[in-house]
């Protein structure tokens, strides 16, 4: 059974920087694509940041030069590291594996739909 387990959210204020994990089990984790996705209340679901099986990355317009995604194949982990937050940043943000970055990304209908429980990420002004 996959398993995508996120932490490392919380509050901060504008400027600050988190760093969010995502744990992953149950399939064979180096060769999914993986990535972010972030919703705010009343807003559409939007693609943050995807990272390939081979290590190509790609970044929403709105958090290029200020999010890096990156894994650890031997870990299973995934993570976020998110600088200069702004309060539009604030959103649940989840973890989420498929067979292609679109689709992570929600530029394609989703193909395996494995995505985590989410963890809140809160900016202040």
């Known amino acids: 059974q996959v398993q995508l387990v996120e932490s490392g959210g919380g509050s901060v204020q504008a400027g600050g920087s988190l760093r969010l994990s995502c744990a992953a089990s149950g399939y064979t984790y180096s060769s999914y694509c993986m990535g972010w996705f972030r919703q705010a209340p009343g807003k559409e679901r939007e693609g943050v940041a995807a990272i390939d099986s081979d290590g190509s990355r790609t970044y929403a317009d709105s958090v290029k030069g200020r999010f890096t995604i990156s894994k650890d194949n031997a870990k299973n982990t995934l993570y976020l590291q998110m600088n200069s937050l702004k309060p539009e940043d604030t959103a649940m943000y989840y973890c989420?594996?498929?067979?292609?970055?679109?689709?992570?990304?929600?530029?394609?209908?989703?193909?395996?739909?494995?995505w985590g429980q989410g963890t809140q990420v809160t900016v202040s002004s």
């Open positions: 989420a594996a498929d067979l292609e970055l679109g689709a992570v990304m929600g530029w394609v209908p989703p193909i395996l739909s494995y």
